[in-house]
């Protein structure tokens, strides 16, 4: 089962792996934003660093697809794993790019609980990872649905932060920053949720 998943390239899950990992050190980062709003400048500033590292890593899997005449999966599945994890990645520098531009004047409510989904998802998509690169489909599988319901309660939480914002901010400049920011990690909850998708299209492939 999943034979074909044992990498002739290791390179390219290798890879995948490192994006993955850099997107829960992001996530951590991103974690500490919400907690301690005074170090936002710097801390945004790792996580851009981090963005940077891993396009640096999807761009070496490009060029790798490019140079590489036989895949341990499909190009189109590695092209598109990595791409979603990167997005990842992406998703949560844009949230602590809006923190570090806007300088919300008050802590943002349900931001802690928006990034602790995020935190746990990347945290359960390297372990999907992992398991996936170990042949391991149930237990890749089992972590994919994980990521998926946190995806929904974090649906949960984005439509209560939004009311709260709503009926509570008077500031209205401050709710347009705010509402964006909130936006944001709806955007980047969803971006783990697609991910998903990608590896489970590649496992679904090669059972």
Do not use: W
């Not at 710097?42 to 963005?51: G, P, Y």
């Not at 347009?176 to 998903?196: G, M, N, P, R, Y």
Request: glycine share 2%.
């Amino acid at each position: 089962m999943l034979k074909r998943f044992l990498p002739k390239q290791p390179k390219f899950f290798e890879l995948i792996l490192k994006i993955t990992e850099e997107s829960f050190e992001a996530a951590k980062l991103l974690d500490k934003i919400v907690r301690e709003p005074e170090n936002i400048e710097d801390i945004a500033s790792q996580i851009h660093i981090i963005e940077n590292k891993c396009d640096d890593y999807t761009h070496t899997v490009k060029n790798e697809l490019n140079d590489t005449f036989i895949t341990p999966i499909d190009r189109e599945d590695i092209f598109a794993i990595t791409n979603s994890l990167d997005d990842v990645v992406d998703g949560i520098d844009s949230i602590a790019a809006k923190f570090k531009m806007y300088k919300v004047k008050t802590n943002l409510k349900y931001g802690p609980q928006l990034a602790s989904i995020i935190l746990s998802q990347t945290e359960l998509l390297v372990s999907a990872v992992r398991s996936m690169t170990k042949n391991k489909y149930r237990e890749t599988l089992d972590k994919l649905i994980s990521v998926r319901n946190l995806e929904t309660e974090g649906d949960t939480i984005f439509r209560d932060s939004i009311i709260y914002l709503f009926d509570n901010e008077s500031d209205v400049i401050e709710v347009i920053k705010k509402k964006e920011i909130l936006e944001k990690f709806e955007k980047a909850v969803d971006k783990c949720q697609t991910a998903t998708l990608a590896i489970e299209g590649a496992l679904i492939k090669n059972m």
